[in-house]
């Protein structure tokens, strides 16, 4: 079965930073590449981050070009995104997930608000 833990989320003043967390179990994570979502009040979810399973390929949305850096560790089954220079546009719920499964996990709440 399929689990994804999102951590790291919070509130932070514009200009500042966060790294996002997700851990992940219930397949062979290196296997496989990772995205990270996000979804504002009001708004569709929107893809924001994509690495490979190597870690070696990654793209990202324009919005967040620049500023967001997706990575992995596969000895750990974790994908991270840091954030930096957040605008409050960046506030929503974050969502790692494997595009291969149907699986989300419960997501986690960044802020970015003075």
């Known amino acids: 079965q399929v689990q994804l833990v999102e951590s790291g989320g919070g509130l932070v003043q514009p200009g500042g930073s966060l790294r996002l967390s997700c851990a992940a179990s219930?397949?062979?994570?290196?296997?496989?590449?990772m995205n990270w979502y996000r979804q504002a009040p009001g708004k569709e979810r929107e893809l924001v981050a994509a690495i490979g399973s190597a870690g070696g390929s990654t793209n990202y949305a324009e919005s967040v070009q620049g500023r967001f850096t997706i990575s992995r560790d596969n000895g750990k089954n974790t994908v991270y995104l840091q954030m930096n220079s957040l605008k409050p546009e960046d506030t929503a719920v974050y969502y790692c997930?494997?595009?291969?499964?149907?699986?989300w996990g419960q997501g986690t709440q960044v802020t970015v608000s003075s």
């Open positions: 997930k494997c595009p291969t499964f149907p699986s």
């Open positions: 219930g397949f062979i994570f290196s296997y496989y590449a």
